[in-house]
């Protein structure tokens, strides 16, 4: 009977050390989510100033094409963040603690 005991805790240990690591690997994946949108607003915001001030029309094709993929980027991550249920709360909590470091 000792011994079956010692098997079945041996086994909900391990359950638990696999549970502790698949929840940190979620964890990972929102923050590293997180990170990219804001990475994408930045070149989002970027891609709309440098439409704003081109001046030729080579210029302004790159700038089109840039925005478009900008757009389209910061898109697609918002819709994959909102299939993980990330809030725009904890993307702007990202986005002020990287401008306070």
């Given at each position: 009977m000792k011994r079956l005991w010692h098997g079945a805790k041996k086994?909900?240990?391990w359950w638990n050390r696999k549970e502790r690591e698949r929840q940190e690997a979620i964890e990972l994946d929102r923050l590293l989510?997180?990170?990219e949108i804001q990475k994408a607003h930045k070149e989002?915001?970027?891609a709309q100033l440098r439409f704003e001030y081109v001046m030729e029309k080579e210029q302004i094709d790159y700038a089109v094409f840039a925005l478009e993929a900008a757009e389209k980027r910061f898109e697609m991550l918002l819709k994959q963040a909102k299939g993980m249920q990330i809030t725009q709360a904890e993307?702007?909590?990202g986005r002020s603690m990287e401008?306070?470091?």
């Open positions: 086994w909900g240990q989510l997180v990170q989002w915001v970027t993307v702007c909590a401008g306070s470091s």
